[in-house]
């Protein structure tokens, strides 16, 4: 099952799922996006799988959209347009299954949501983590859905609104993440955790999983959002600052 972008393979009853693009810290593309979608609804379809770790490949979780992408606007729409049935990150939350993010080095932006997305967040003592859309002209259309519930609505405006990077100490802190271990632990730590939700049973997880889950809707607000964003000149300017390494020139 394993792709160009996604490495895939299943540990006793938990599945693997690595972003694989270290040369690019893990950025997020539509070809990505898709893949990690359909190698999802193979583990949704597989009742030998009880668990699942999302990590990244090569050190880094995933440090956001890549806007180097000609399909990234295409990409950060299709994933809030619930009506269209391609949402790789609607797909992840609603997972039949308790998913685990292993996170390691960068989780920003749009892989920090993914993070996000996941039910357990568990961290090396490497990672770093920020909400940096606003710094690219666009915005955090899932964690405006989720991380108030997370860490508060005062923290969330706080991370929303100022960018600012995080490491795993703070964001164990503000509850953002469930726990820190040693850098070399990580997967061993994550795949210890997955073991043990095997002992309960799959119905009454999955029911559990929907009842916690049941106010995380917003996706017609968000998808507004972004329409508005993409159709002014921020998104283009902050992603062209961003390729050429200089500060942005915002049209407000």
Not at 88 to 95: A, E, Q, R
Request: hydrophobic share 40%.
């Amino acid at each position: 099952m394993s792709g160009k972008n996604i490495l895939y393979e299943k540990n006793n009853s938990t599945a693997i799922i690595q972003f694989n693009r270290p040369e690019k810290k893990n950025a997020l593309s539509l070809e990505l996006m898709d893949e990690l979608r359909g190698v999802l609804e193979t583990v949704e379809n597989d009742d030998s799988i009880r668990s699942v770790v999302l990590a990244g490949a090569g050190g880094n979780f995933s440090s956001g959209a890549d806007l180097s992408d000609p399909h990234s606007l295409q990409m950060m729409e299709q994933q809030i347009d619930a009506s269209s049935g391609k949402s790789t990150m609607i797909k992840l939350i609603d997972l039949n299954k308790p998913t685990i993010a292993a996170v390691d080095g960068y989780a920003l932006g749009h892989g920090l949501e993914c993070a996000l997305m996941c039910d357990i967040i568990i961290a090396s003592d490497k990672a770093e983590f920020g909400f940096i859309g606003p710094l690219r002209g666009s915005i955090c259309p899932y964690a405006n859905i989720r991380l108030a519930d997370e860490v508060g609505r005062a923290k969330a405006k706080e991370l929303l609104f100022t960018c600012d990077r995080i490491s795993a100490e703070e964001a164990l802190k503000i509850r953002l993440i469930n726990r820190i271990v040693p850098h070399e632990k990580l997967m061993e730590e994550a795949l210890e955790f997955a073991g043990r939700m095997k002992n309960a049973a799959p119905l009454a997880t999955k029911l559990t999983k929907e009842a916690i889950n049941r106010r995380l809707d917003g996706y017609e607000i968000s998808l507004k959002a972004f329409k508005e964003i993409a159709a002014g000149e921020d998104l283009m300017e902050g992603a062209m600052a961003f390729l050429e390494k200089r500060p942005p020139k915002w049209s407000q």
